[in-house]
């Protein structure tokens, strides 16, 4: 399964369903409840560059 992740303050009516990164776990449980086993997720920020400093910041709080 694919899940497009977005930020909080995105606006969630988009052609695709996103979810939130606080959604993740949830949305695996229930993913896994009905048989499937693995997601792939892809971000989708609003601040984004070549060294995903975003990311970096994240993972050092």
Do not use: H
Request: hydrophobic share 45%; charged share 30%.
């Amino acid at each position: 399964m694919a899940l497009l992740v977005r930020e909080d303050s995105e606006d969630a009516d988009r052609p695709m369903p996103t979810v939130t990164g606080a959604e993740i776990p949830q949305t695996v449980r229930d993913l896994a409840a009905v048989g499937i086993r693995s997601v792939k997720v892809f971000a989708n920020g609003l601040c984004r560059d070549r060294q995903a400093s975003g990311a970096l910041a994240r993972l050092r709080t």
